[in-house]
């Protein structure tokens, strides 16, 4: 298998990884079968053919919608999707971890909570990459009281501005 051909099947399991346990009734729900697979579905998972229904039922699905979701994909999609998934490969184990454990965080966020992180993370990004590298050695430097702290300031910040105006949570 050439090179793309390994990055774009590591991208497929990396998509496919059920991240979370499944509860009971997920766990219940049917597979799919191997000739419900578009024919490029099929030759994208062509590796899988032979033990397709030995698979989990989950890992099917996962692998169907990862195989949708690629060829759904423009080439330039295809691209970042791919330097993700190196990123990804060359963190450590343990900076994996801490990303998993930040999503599940996340992930138990109330919508309107994710809403605010991602709007932060939006404003954080549209900075210059001087005033961003500043604020991580400031977050980095400072202990966990003087984090909390900062944290409480700018909830304090975003209620006043919140007040004036319906353009801030």
Do not use: C
């Not at 939006?122 to 900075?127: C, D, N, P, Q, V």
Request: no cysteine; charged share 35%.
């Amino acid at each position: 298998m050439n090179h793309l051909g390994s990055i774009l099947m590591a991208l497929l399991l990396f998509a496919a990884m059920p991240a979370f346990a499944e509860d009971a009734k997920q766990a219940a729900t049917p597979g799919v079968e191997w000739s419900s697979l578009s024919p490029d579905q099929q030759r994208l998972l062509n590796r899988y053919k032979d033990n397709w229904e030995t698979l989990p039922h989950e890992r099917q699905r996962s692998l169907a919608r990862g195989s949708k979701r690629w060829l759904s994909m423009s080439p330039e999609e295809r691209s970042v999707a791919t330097k993700r998934l190196q990123r990804w490969r060359d963190l450590s184990p343990e900076q994996r971890r801490m990303l998993r454990d930040r999503w599940l965080k996340f992930q138990s966020l109330p919508p309107e909570e994710q809403k605010a992180v991602r709007e932060n993370f939006r404003r954080f990004r549209e900075l210059p990459p001087e005033q961003r590298r500043a604020l991580r050695e400031r977050w980095n430097e400072a202990t966990p009281e003087e984090r909390r702290k900062l944290v409480e300031s700018i909830r304090e910040q975003r209620q006043r501005s919140g007040s004036r105006t319906s353009d801030h949570p």
